[in-house]
């Protein structure tokens, strides 16, 4: 009897502090902090960042306080009002995905023909004047940069008159574009360039050599 006394005092013991037992609080999530690459621009309204590998566009925070003075770096000699630059960048994204709070910068550079993560058709340049000049359809964009005059331009792009073979001519509002298939020197080096270029730039001539997306770079020949 008296055990059994003892078991139903247990019993109820238990029972009472299950019932008075709080619940445990919810541990907070810290951010992870995670690595992005992908083209940094920068207007007076907003900075942002659109990644190379899941195309997604994030507005961009700074907590760095250097954002500013590299991207204006990386944008020179030749600055286009609002271009993209290269970047590696390291921070957290909001809860909803949609802003970018940047706590590390490993790179912030100029693009080129190396570094370009978005689609281009043609990367043209040129020397004496030094000067520039990408085309891409995904950009929405023909930049074209003087370096000479330190001088940068973005021209809309628009589709080329082409044989699909061997000659594409891009024209609009201030800006002609023939590129031709053929072999080309850029005066200073010994690479040897698949690509003719010929410009008309707001009334000025220019020869260069094109490099076209798909083919294997100079470099790698």
Not at 18 to 37: C, R
Not at 83 to 95: D, H, P, Q
Not at 191 to 209: D, F, S
Request: with cysteine; aromatic share 10%; net charge negative.
């Amino acid at each position: 009897m008296r055990t059994t006394c003892m078991l139903l005092l247990l019993l109820l013991y238990g029972s009472c502090e299950q019932k008075v037992k709080k619940p445990t609080a919810e541990v907070a999530q810290v951010p992870q902090e995670v690595t992005l690459k992908g083209y940094y621009s920068k207007s007076d309204q907003s900075a942002t960042l659109h990644t190379c590998a899941e195309g997604k566009k994030y507005r961009v925070i700074d907590a760095t306080g250097q954002l500013d003075s590299l991207y204006h770096l990386a944008c020179l000699p030749a600055p286009i009002a609002g271009e993209a630059v290269y970047a590696v960048l390291g921070g957290t994204l909001s809860n909803d995905e949609q802003t970018f709070q940047v706590q590390r910068i490993d790179t912030l550079t100029a693009k080129n023909w190396r570094n370009a993560c978005r689609g281009w058709e043609f990367w043209c340049s040129g020397t004496e004047p030094f000067w520039s000049l990408q085309i891409s359809e995904a950009e929405g964009g023909i930049f074209f940069k003087d370096v000479g005059a330190e001088e940068g331009y973005a021209f809309k792009w628009v589709a080329p008159k082409t044989d699909g073979k061997s000659t594409w001519t891009y024209e609009t509002d201030g800006l002609k574009v023939t590129i031709k298939k053929g072999d080309c020197s850029d005066g200073m080096s010994e690479i040897q360039y698949r690509y003719q270029a010929e410009l008309t730039v707001n009334g000025r001539p220019l020869k260069g050599c094109a490099i076209r997306n798909g083919e294997p770079f100079p470099s790698e020949e």
